[in-house]
């Protein structure tokens, strides 16, 4: 294949040059009614000098011929405008300086007028001409990728133009499609847009290859159709980044993806009330713990929006700690930040964090989250999630932390594995420590020397968050599919009925603020996480993405529930929940428990859970959660022989 060479800039003046000085002798020709014997000689030698000189000086100022001329745009056809203009208003001022010195006339104003009319003209279309022949040498190859774009909104020319400026590009865009009625019909640089109603026929009538998603708007719904339709017709799809995104506000090939999972699944887009969120965060220092996963890294970025103080990221796992803090030292040179490596069952370590950076805020998103896991070290669920939350529950208490806000799980919720129940036990801790808090808070009169004590500093207010799955958290369902898909297979689904929640990790935590926000203290708020999903479409859908034809070439196997396992997850937003002032966020209507009867039972719960004693400590987190109902066999056995 010969390659098509850019040709130099001055070969490009000498041609812009020719056309103008053959469009004068035109021009002139057009004045006498093409009556070659009315033209006189010596006033057309005097134009084409002067037109000359003039030309050489405009051209080489306004420099028309830089421009490479296969990528002609809308920009080159002003500057060509302007330098015809200017040309011609230079060699009228000349002229009328001939006629006012008595020289002899040598062009006509008329002539001057056409002379530009031409000159624009014939520079335009001589560069539209090469564009085109360009364009037609590159569409002419063989065996070019037949594209759709679906989008004929801005993000969508821009993905054809990136396309028309790369010619080693080996793709051809057959058309626009869109859900517009009213774009229906007309053409964008030539190229039809049609109507995305009829996409399944489209893409048999026009052979397609490939579907380019340029439409941002297009709902998560919508989308999840028309990929059906590609892959129904072994279409490959590609999607764009956001315009944000984007290098220096343009787009480029290397941006283009494969589109995953997550953008088939449902999202609403959260609004929260930013101005209240961003009053109460303004210059305090917050404590983020769990700051390396998948919730507290993207709880900082969206910290990161507001004008925080100093940012505290608490986290044991040090490699993922240290990736977390290079990416913000990068991505934010100007805010404050520090990693603390640090267990936050460890009470000397945390203490030692609250003196040192006194934190105005906690955001407590560290804990232990595989059910299958905790099942098998029931002990380390109850040191790190109940524990490690008591700790830091109570060093906020002694510092004056105004909140600290638990991001819990609806696991929590009637539990049946350990994971679940832990969780549960730590809302009910720290819901009982904030009432009793603020209990006390009304009978300063009575002189205790304990409420004496936190008269000096602000009574920490307690706020407790639970939501489901989120989407592509580390070791969760579609990471791991991902990885078994790249392997070849097979991929393991637990049960063919099984169904799960799933919302994406910023709008998670996007509530998770707002939560924070708007809560007074001791409330637990539940998160409406939309409709369910069937684990094994999940799955099917991630094999027909990659390309492969699920149970085909790739196979799925079905590995069985695990102990403490649901095959069916629940929403909880029923009649045992309230409303909020956000659609998205329900409060939870649980009354909190004697702080003193929960305080004696973790103190034994803990006990067990350091000797090791998973019977007693099963036992003890039965009396703790009376709705605790374990799907393990093992334990479920313990909690029955406990309950007859």
Same mark, same amino acid.
């Given at each position: 294949m010969f390659k098509l060479e850019i040709v130099s800039r001055w070969v490009i003046f000498a041609i812009d040059f020719f056309l103008c000085l053959i469009a004068l002798v035109l021009a002139k020709l057009v004045r006498h009614n093409f009556a070659v014997e009315e033209l006189n000689a010596i006033a057309l030698y005097k134009s084409i000098l002067i037109f000359s000189a003039v030309n050489i000086v405009v051209f080489c100022s306004v420099r028309t011929f830089t421009g490479i001329v296969r990528y002609t745009s809308i920009q080159d056809s002003f500057r060509i405008f302007f330098a015809t203009l200017l040309s011609s208003f230079l060699v009228f001022i000349i002229h009328s300086s001939f006629v006012l010195y008595g020289l002899t006339k040598f062009i006509s104003a008329t002539t001057i007028i056409i002379q530009a009319l031409f000159s624009f003209l014939f520079l335009i279309i001589y560069r539209v001409?090469?564009?085109?022949?360009?364009?037609?040498?590159?569409n002419a190859r063989l065996n070019k990728t037949r594209v759709l774009i679906y989008g004929a909104g801005e993000a969508g020319v821009a993905t054809k133009r990136t396309f028309d400026h790369d010619a080693k590009v080996n793709k051809s865009i057959i058309a626009f499609v869109d859900d517009d009625l009213r774009k229906v019909g007309k053409t964008i640089d030539g190229i039809q847009i049609l109507d995305a109603r009829k996409l399944a026929y489209l893409i048999t009538n026009h052979e397609v290859?490939?579907?380019?998603f340029a439409a941002h708007a297009i709902s998560a719904e919508q989308k999840d159709k028309v990929t059906d339709i590609c892959l129904t017709h072994k279409v490959n799809i590609l999607n764009i980044p956001l315009p944000a995104v984007w290098q220096r506000g343009e787009l480029t090939l290397a941006q283009l993806q494969q589109v995953h999972i997550e953008d088939l699944l449902e999202k609403t887009a959260i609004e929260i009330n930013t101005e209240?969120?961003?009053?109460?965060?303004?210059? %305090?220092? +917050?404590?983020i713990t769990g700051a390396a996963g998948s919730i507290g890294s993207e709880l900082i970025k969206q910290l990161l929006k507001f004008d925080t103080g100093l940012l505290i990221l608490c986290d044991q796992n040090e490699t993922a700690l240290h990736h977390i803090y290079l990416e913000l030292e990068e991505t934010h040179p100007n805010r404050s930040f520090h990693a603390f490596v640090g267990d936050i069952k460890d009470a000397a370590r945390m203490e030692q964090l609250f003196e040192t950076y006194n934190p105005h805020f906690i955001y407590h998103a560290a804990g232990y989250k595989h059910i299958s896991l905790m099942e098998d070290n029931p002990s380390e669920a109850i040191k790190t999630n109940v524990l490690g939350a008591k700790v830091l529950a109570d060093k906020a208490v002694k510092h004056g932390v105004q909140k600290f806000?638990?991001?819990?799980?609806? %696991?929590? +919720?009637n539990p049946?594995?350990?994971m679940g129940a832990s969780k549960r036990i730590a809302e009910l801790y720290v819901q009982s420590l904030n009432s009793s808090l603020h209990s006390a808070n009304h009978i300063f009169s009575n002189g205790l020397s304990y409420i004496n004590e936190l008269k000096v500093r602000p009574i920490t207010k307690f706020i407790t968050t639970r939501f489901g799955n989120v989407l592509g958290s580390n070791g969760s369902v579609i990471p791991r599919f991902k990885e078994q898909i790249e392997k070849g297979g097979?991929?393991?689904?637990?049960?063919?009925?099984?169904?799960r929640y799933f919302m994406p990790i910023p709008e998670a935590c996007k509530l998770v603020l707002e939560a924070g926000a708007s809560g007074k203290g001791g409330e637990i708020f539940i998160f409406d996480m939309g409709k369910s999903i069937k684990i094994l479409h999940l799955a099917k859908k991630m094999i027909r993405i990659a390309g492969f034809v699920p149970n085909e070439d790739i196979k799925i196997q079905f590995s069985?529930?695990?102990?403490?396992?649901?095959?069916?997850?629940?929403?909880?937003?029923d009649e045992s929940t309230g409303p909020t002032t956000h659609e998205k966020i329900k409060l939870v209507n649980a009354a909190p428990i004697s702080f003193n009867e929960i305080e004696q039972q973790i103190y034994k719960l803990i006990m067990y859970a350091t000797a090791n004693n998973n019977a007693?400590?099963?036992?003890?987190i039965k009396k703790i959660v009376p709705e605790f109902k374990s799907k393990n066999p093992v334990y479920e056995k313990l909690v029955n022989q406990f309950v007859s």
């Open positions: 001409l090469i564009k085109y022949f360009f364009m037609y040498i590159k290859d490939e579907l380019i209240e969120i961003k009053g109460q965060l303004k210059e %305090k220092r +917050i404590l806000i638990m991001i819990s799980t609806d %696991k929590a +919720i049946t594995n350990i097979p991929v393991t689904v637990t049960h063919p009925e099984m169904t069985g529930l695990r102990p403490g396992e649901k095959l069916y997850e629940k929403s909880f937003i007693q400590l099963v036992l003890q």
